[in-house]
T-cell receptor
Framework: EAGVAQSPRYKIIEKRQSVAFWCNPISGHATLYWYQQILGQGPKLLIQFQNNGVVDDSQLPKDRFSAERLKGVDSTLKIQPAKLEDSAVYLCASSSTGTGVYNEQFFGPGTRLTVL | GENVEQHPSTLSVQEGDSAVIKCTYSDSASNYFPWYKQELGKGPQLIIDIRSNVGEKKDQRIAVTLNKTAKHFSLHITETQPEDSAVYFC???????????WGAGTKLIIKP
């Protein structure tokens, strides 16, 4: 089966610019996650979707970050305006069933964002 | 808040030797502990997991042990090979908010 797809793989922008990342999860996976991974650290959950509804966005900096998952499939994560500290790898993951169940998360290759 | 501590941050072992990575967690209600391997330029991939009703689990050269009383768990890799070189992450699942809390990672280097 095809894995989680993400694009672009790399992005370089100036601070205060905007950027968007796209994720296509594994077919049939109801749960989708966006993580931020700063160099040398573990992934930090930004937002979790169950189908097209938000389950948890408590760590999403909502003044500059937004995410949507229209139709419960693809998802887009946006940053506007970007700050230097947003430089990181943004990982998308998906899992097969809903919250409260221990399901394996399958990760995409990530988008490496550099903010200059 | 809840956290997972992982040690060491870097581990260098001779090919063929064993490697052990240790993690401790703070949420006593955690019941699921996966280990992920991340190779350069790729996303993390699950390699083994353990649930709180089990003390040890093995899969070929990889094993994980769990001590719920002490709130720590460990990854053991035997007969290490060059392809084991990667960053390894432990995580603990929080039943209270359905989140995985991740450790900071261990860079494993296998010396030929």
């Amino acid at each position: 089966e095809a894995g989680v797809a993400q694009s672009p793989r790399y992005k370089i922008i100036e601070k205060r610019q905007s950027v968007a990342f796209w994720c296509n999860p594994i077919s049939g996976h109801a749960t989708l996650y966006w993580y931020q991974q700063i160099l040398g650290q573990g992934p930090k959950l930004l937002i979790q979707f169950q189908n097209n509804g938000v389950v948890d966005d408590s760590q999403l900096p909502k003044d500059r970050f937004s995410a949507e998952r229209l139709k419960g499939v693809d998802s887009t994560l946006k940053i506007q305006p970007a700050k230097l500290e947003d430089s990181a790898v943004y990982l998308c993951a998906s899992s097969s069933t809903g919250t409260g169940v221990y399901n394996e998360q399958f990760f995409g290759p990530g988008t490496r964002l550099t903010v200059l | 808040g809840e956290n997972v501590e992982q040690h060491p941050s870097t581990l260098s072992v001779q090919e063929g030797d064993s490697a052990v990575i240790k993690c401790t967690y703070s949420d006593s209600a955690s019941n699921y502990f996966p280990w992920y391997k991340q190779e350069l330029g790729k996303g993390p991939q699950l390699i083994i997991d353990i649930r709180s009703n089990v003390g040890e689990k093995k899969d070929q050269r990889i094993a994980v042990t769990l001590n719920k009383t002490a709130k720590h768990f460990s990854l053991h890799i035997t007969e290490t090979q060059p392809e084991d070189s990667a960053v390894y992450f432990c995580a603990a699942y929080m039943d209270s908010n359905y989140q995985l809390i991740w450790g900071a990672g261990t860079k494993l280097i296998i010396k030929p």
